[in-house]
Structure formats: structure tokens, C-alpha cells
């Protein structure tokens, strides 16, 4: 599979006193985005209308990570907070920024700071688990 970088990932959740999030760097993806034709859609607010950029990013399912190991997302929900910082998962609703990204979450920088700050980032709204079994099994995440 081809690669054209690297990922940062940032699983979150909500607790009693707020979002909490752990990082994870992906080192191998192939990272595509629309910004170069169009936009995927539109999104209204009281600002008015916003473009909205399509991401697709491939991961190989051998070597998703040197950090952590990958849990499936209902098995890392069923984890202690304290316990999730020793895997990662893909779940819709978490960011994905190209490269590695040195932003490190605490409460006082949340992560609508990540966004404001860094122009390739995405909010996951797809997954797609592709086994193969000659061996190109892979993940393929869709965001915006």
C-alpha cells in the first residue's frame, strides 16, 4: 500500500467534568483530501454557509501504530478512563490531523484549539474495516 505520511489521532470522550482525549501518532497512512477540486458539502450556521473538505485516509492493518494496540471501539469504551491510554480505537467523532501533530490536549486547551490552529484535521464520520486474506487488510476512515 502506498503511504504519503504520517497521522496524529485523537480518541475523545465526555465525562462528568468534561472531554477528555488521548493521541495517538498513525505512521504510515495514505492521506487524500477535496481541497484541491471542491468541497463535499456545506454546513449552515448563525457565521452563515461554510465549505466543508472531504477526507479519505487508508491505514494498513500491520502497522497501525508503535504506541499503543488497537482495541475495537466497544471494547475501548468499556475501558477505565485510566486505561485507555494504552490502546487506541477509531470511533466517529474523533480527529485525525495530517502528520505528526505536537498538539497535546489538557483541559485548558481542548481540542476546538486543535482545529483552529492546524489546516489538515478531520472529524471522522466513516469507517470501514476491509479484510483481505492475501493480506492487505486495512482501515479506511472518512472525514470532514
Not at 477505565?80 to 494504552?86: G, K, L, N, S
Not at 480505537?89 to 482545529?115: A, H, K, M, N
Not at 489538515?120 to 470532514?144: D, K, N, Q, Y
Request: glycine letters at 8%; hydrophobic letters at 40%.
Amino acid at each position: 500500500m502506498l503511504t504519503n505520511g504520517c497521522a496524529t489521532l485523537y480518541n475523545r470522550w465526555e465525562e462528568a467534568d468534561g472531554e477528555r482525549c488521548v493521541r495517538t501518532v498513525l505512521p504510515a497512512v495514505f492521506w487524500e483530501n477535496a481541497l484541491e477540486g471542491g468541497f463535499a458539502g456545506r454546513r449552515y450556521s448563525k457565521k452563515g454557509q461554510e465549505l466543508l473538505s472531504a477526507v479519505r485516509v487508508l491505514i494498513p492493518g500491520t502497522a497501525v501504530s508503535g504506541e499503543r494496540a488497537y482495541l475495537p471501539p466497544k471494547a475501548w469504551r468499556l475501558l477505565e478512563p485510566q486505561e485507555r491510554a494504552a490502546y487506541f480505537t477509531f470511533q466517529i467523532g474523533d480527529l485525525l490531523v495530517f502528520g505528526d501533530c505536537p498538539y497535546r490536549w489538557d483541559p485548558q486547551t481542548p481540542l476546538r484549539e486543535l482545529t483552529r490552529q492546524y489546516d489538515e484535521t478531520a472529524s471522522i464520520r466513516l469507517i470501514r474495516r476491509v479484510v483481505v486474506p492475501s493480506g492487505f487488510s486495512h482501515w479506511e476512515l472518512e472525514g470532514v
